[in-house]
């Protein structure tokens, strides 16, 4: 089994920063593109920035030039740098990655999510 698990989320005032980190642990053979979508009161998840094994990156518009994601393969871990931090920001953020297993192969794997709040 595989579990993806999200912590660094919180309450930050408008223009602060924090940073979301993603483990990804249980009988892992490879990691592809790992992302973060996050999902907004009474609207629908979207995805805000996804990297590839090798590093290729790319972000929804809404967070272009103000959050950074970065990964770490050896430790199967993705980050989510997020700076100027606007209210419009709050929502759970989700990991999700493309995990291949021995046993299954290919899947796509959902962390539980982790809260942001930015107060203005």
Same mark, same amino acid.
């Given at each position: *089994?595989?579990?993806?698990?999200?912590?660094?989320?919180?309450?930050? *005032? %408008?223009? /602060?920063?924090?940073?979301?980190?993603?483990?990804?642990?249980?009988?892992?053979?490879?990691?592809?593109?790992?992302?973060?979508?996050? *999902?907004?009161?009474?609207?629908?998840?979207?995805? /805000? %920035?996804?990297? $590839?094994?090798?590093?290729? $990156?790319?972000?929804?518009?809404?967070?272009? /030039?103000?959050? +950074?994601?970065?990964?770490?393969? %050896?430790?199967?871990?993705?980050?989510? *740098?997020?700076?100027?931090?606007?209210?419009?920001?709050?929502?759970?953020?989700?990991?999700?990655?493309?995990?291949?297993? %021995? +046993? $299954?192969?290919?899947?796509?794997?959902?962390?539980?999510? $982790?809260?942001?709040?930015?107060?203005?």
């Amino acid at each position: *089994q595989v579990q993806l698990v999200e912590s660094g989320g919180g309450l930050v *005032q %408008a223009g /602060g920063s924090l940073r979301l980190s993603c483990v990804a642990s249980g009988s892992i053979f490879s990691i592809n593109s790992m992302r973060w979508y996050r *999902q907004a009161p009474g609207k629908q998840r979207e995805l /805000g %920035a996804a990297i $590839t094994r090798g590093g290729y $990156t790319n972000y929804a518009d809404s967070v272009k /030039g103000r959050f +950074t994601i970065s990964r770490d393969n %050896a430790k199967n871990t993705v980050y989510l *740098q997020m700076n100027s931090l606007k209210p419009e920001d709050t929502a759970v953020y989700y990991c999700n990655a493309d995990i291949f297993l %021995a +046993t $299954t192969g290919l899947r796509e794997y959902w962390g539980q999510g $982790t809260p942001v709040t930015v107060s203005s």
